[in-house]
């Protein structure tokens, strides 16, 4: 038995469907799941739905890209209720900013004499969050430049004449959202983000959790993580952050070994959560 915390599905930047992902988990003999797509909930009913009957627990979960002094910092939040208002609306924002963020690039690209419209960047994206990965193919199908790279380096970053800067929540924020949905804040793959030097800030604003296991998380990097999240009284989670197989770096769901007792704690958690409110 086995756990995977953290997969994406196509409702944000996989290539399975939720029901695909349930399918995969079960011939795999997972014991939980957690489907976190990027600023996106939309996938955690039918993988319920799917799994429903079967041996597979499936936690409702979301992962929230913020930004924190110039970097990265992804927060998951687990047992969020996914009807909560709030969240549903400051999640509907991200998207919709995205958007406009790839109008406006396009709009700077038209400008600079390159036909790229909108919306060839949002059927790039097919539907799920658009990014500039998208720009940059589109970029690279009609041969304004040879690769992704090069579409990043003369256009793209800050400084080149399509950048348009990205509306980000801060991870305050998105520790607060999760919170008032009722939900568990983990900080997501701090050793990719160099983000554990947060912790500190990141605890006193109500985080809960930490991502120790994960795909680019090396052995003595888990080891130190689960000392530190035993030291800051923190749940520990996993996965393997798979984005489905034939994306750039794919990684299949459930080859991160997560031992089972961290879906148990976290449904521990959401229990005791529940009697709380119930009480
Ligand atoms: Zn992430
Ligand atoms: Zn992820």
Redesign the pocket.
Known sequence: MAVDL?I?STISDGTLTPEQIVQVAQQKGLMAIAI?D?DAIEGIAPAMQAAEGSELRVLPAV?ISTEYQGGEV?ILGYFIDTHAPRLLGKLQKIRQARRERAAQIAEKLQQLGLAVTAEQIAAEAGGGSIGRPHVASVLVKAGYVRTAQEAFAQYLIPGRPAYVPRYRLTPAEAIQQIIQAGGLAAL??PGIDNAEKWLGELIEQGLGGLETYHTNHGASQTRKLLELADQLGLLVTGGT?S?GPGGPVPVEIGSVDVPDECAQRLLQWAEQRQQAYTR
Request: no cysteine; proline share 0%.
């Open positions: 953290h994406h976190a990027h992962e992804h997501a793959h952050d984005h």
